[in-house]
C-alpha cells in the first residue's frame, strides 16, 4: 500500500484538477449562452429570407439563371473544415478532421487522386489535425473567434463565392459541428454551393409564404439573382455560428463528465488514505502493546 | 400607420410605429407611406430614412438589403 503522504499529494493534485474542470464548465456553460443568443437573433433575418426567396422563386420556377447554379463536371472541389481554435472539448475537431479526411478517400476521391481538392481550415484544431494527417491546408483561418461577427465571416463567403462563380472550384462543401442542443452536436457535411434553391425553399416557408400579389422592382428574375448570395453568405455565418455553440456544448460536457471523474478519484484515494492511516495507527498500538508486554515478561 | 421592423443578421435595428420610410431602391430611391401596396424590392448601399410617428426622424447606413411591405407592415432585411 502506498505510504501517506503520496496518497495525500495525490489528493491534492487531483483537486486542483477538479476545480480548473469545474471553473472551465462554468465559462463554457456561459459562453454557450451568448452563442446561442447569437443564433436566435439571427433566426427571423434568415427565416424572412428564406420565405422572400420562396416565394419569387415559386412564382419563377426552379431553374433561374444564376452563376451559382450546378455545373455538369465536378473538376475541381473545394471542403471548408470549421472547428474550433481550442482544444479540451471531447471529439469536437478530431470528428470534424476525420470526417474530411473520410470525404477525400470517398466522395472525392477522384479529384483526390488528381490533386484536385482544396481544403480551407477555420480553426487552429483543423489545422493542426489536418496536417497531422497528410492534408495540405491551402488557407486557414485562425483569428476569426476573437471578434466574430458577420461582416467578417461573410467576407470569406464572398472571397469563396466569387472564387466559385469564376470557375476556379465546381463545388463547395462544409464539414462542420451543428448545434442541436448542450449535450448532442451532428457533425454533418453539408453542400454549400452549386446552390440549391429547392432545398433552401423548405417546406417550411412554403407554408408560411403569403399568397399576396407583391409588386417586384426590379424584377423577380433581379430580386433572386439578388438576393442567393446574401442567403448563401447567411448559410455560411449560421455554420459558423453553430460550430461556436457546438463547441462550447461539447467543452461543457467534456469538463463535467472530467469534473465527475476527479469527485470519483479523489474518493477512493480518501478511501485508501484512510485505511493506510488505520494500519499505520493499527501497527503503531500493536508494537506499543507488544513493548509493555515485553517488559512485564 | 405604418409598422415598421428593421432587422440586420446580428440584430434588429428598429421596431416600431412611423409614418414613413425612405428606401435606396435599386432602381431609385422611394418612399413608403400608409396603405402602399405589397412590395418585394432590393436595396443598394445607401441610408434609409425613418420618420417616425412622434416626428423623430433617423437614419441608417446600410450596404444592401431588402425590403417587404404588405398589410401596413414593413420589414427591411439590411446587410450593413
Redesign the interface.
Known sequence: MANLKDIRTRIASVKSTQQVTSAMKMVSAAKLRKAQD?II??R???E??NE?LT??SSNLGSDVENKFAERKVRNKVLIIAITSNRGLCGGFNSNVVKRTTELLGTTFSEQSKKNKVDVIAIGKKAVDGLKSKGVKVSESYLDLYDKL???TV?EIAQAVMDKYATGEYDQVELVYNQFKNAAVQNLVNEQFLPVNIESKADSKSKKTA?K???????SMQ??VV??IP?SLR?QF?KAILDSVAAEHGARMTAMHKATDNATELIRELKLNYNKARQASITNEILEIVSGANAMKG | MLHLEI??????LFDGEIKLIKLP???GSFEIMTNH??????LMEGKIKVKEITDVVSYFEVK?G?V?V??NKV?V?V??
Open positions: 447569437a437573433q439571427m427571423p433575418y434568415a424572412k429570407l422572400i416565394s419569387v461577427n458577420y461582416s461573410s403569403s399576396i400579389s407583391y409588386l417586384f422592382e426590379p433581379e430580386i439578388s438576393i446574401q447567411i455565418f | 432587422i440586420t443578421s446580428e440584430k434588429l431602391g435599386v432602381s401596396a405589397p412590395i418585394i424590392s432590393t444592401g431588402l417587404e404588405s398589410n420589414k432585411l446587410e450593413e
